[in-house]
């Protein structure tokens, strides 16, 4: 049962279609809360997601609308309406905002906005960008991963390249590996950095913070190369020295540029996770995707899109003094 295809719903709030799952606890049970003794009986469901039902009145003891906490034991008569594990939805199509800024029929260049997860995921089941191209472009559910070809985080803006067709997906994919597809982002970044460089430093998996990626002892690293290149140098309002940076990757691993730049002890503005400040009216890392270029799967050659930044990010720029 979907949000846009939900059966009628009864005065007791029910879908009047579904069929609830009628328990009798088992003779010889010990008293015990309600939601652990549902997890005996019901194998396959997680007790959070247990408590969920629970907690919106899919759950029934005796007939009576059930609490988390509430104690049943032996004889009780249970009534359950089981619903879809969240992630058997992920791939729903939903109306979901996103600008498109060029598209093919091979491929569509998408501008993400900062704060729209790309593909759904623990935490973030609907409402993403995937769910956006699927409502969009129904034809992408013949592609795996409705053609998303690279990601960005949820607080990183711009431009994306998805797949219209499984031959184009492939080709795009091959570009990625091959480090022929061209991403170029800009970013602010604390502290004046005084000369461009690259920064060749494997990513993985923080030992200590789940969260985080890192380069100093990572778990399972993949290698990872950012080349930068300073732009400017300001001044943020009570926020010291910022530099914007154009940063080039020729590879694509989780938060590259936000963990390369910290580990040179430039860490992007309001990125916290990685020692960023919010300074300047910047209330998520300053990051954006402006320029991608790529071979067209459909042989019309090289391919060259840009976006401008969004409008949050251009609002702290002008908050900065810079150097001229």
């Known amino acids: 049962m979907s949000h846009t295809d939900a059966p009628a719903v009864d005065s007791a709030g029910f879908a009047a279609d ?9 003779p010889g049970t010990r008293a015990d809360r309600l939601d652990k003794i549902l997890a005996t009986l019901l194998d396959g469901h997680s007790r959070s997601r247990l408590q969920g039902w629970i907690e919106a009145g899919w759950v029934h003891v005796n007939g009576a609308p059930a609490k988390v906490r509430q104690i049943v034991g032996a004889g009780d008569e249970l009534t359950v309406w089981e619903q879809p594990a969240p992630e058997s939805l992920a791939f729903t199509p939903e109306p979901v905002a996103f600008d498109v800024v060029d598209e093919s029929a091979d491929w569509i260049v998408v501008n993400k906005p900062a704060g729209l997860v790309t593909h759904p995921g623990a935490g973030n089941w609907h409402g993403t960008l995937l769910n956006g191209l699927l409502h969009r472009y129904p034809e992408l559910a013949r592609v795996a991963r409705a053609g998303i070809v690279h990601r960005l985080d949820k607080d990183t803006s711009g431009l994306m390249v998805v797949a219209r067709n499984e031959l184009a997906q492939t080709h795009l994919v091959r570009q990625l590996q091959a480090r022929s597809m061209g991403r170029e982002y800009i970013a602010l970044v604390h502290g004046w950095l005084a000369a461009s460089g690259k920064v060749d430093r494997p990513i993985g998996r923080d030992a200590r913070v789940p969260v985080r990626m890192s380069v100093e002892r990572p778990i399972a690293p993949k290698p990872a190369v950012t080349h930068y290149f300073p732009h400017r140098r300001g001044s943020a309002p009570e926020g010291g020295p910022v530099t914007e940076v154009v940063c080039r990757l020729e590879t694509g691993r989780t938060h590259q540029i936000r963990v ?5 002890g430039h860490p992007l503005l309001a990125d916290t996770i990685y020692g960023g400040r919010e300074v300047a009216q910047a209330s998520r890392q300053m990051l954006h995707a402006r320029a991608l270029h790529f071979d067209d799967p459909g042989g019309r ?4 899109l840009q976006a401008h930044p969004p409008a949050d990010m251009c609002h702290t720029q002008e908050a900065i003094q810079w150097n001229t």
Do not use: K, N, W, Y
């Not at 609830?20 to 606890?25: F, H, K, L």
């Open 18 to 26: 579904d069929e609830p799952q009628c328990i009798t606890v088992p």
């Open 260 to 264: 390369h730049m910290a580990s040179l």
């Open 301 to 304: 050659g090289e391919i060259r």
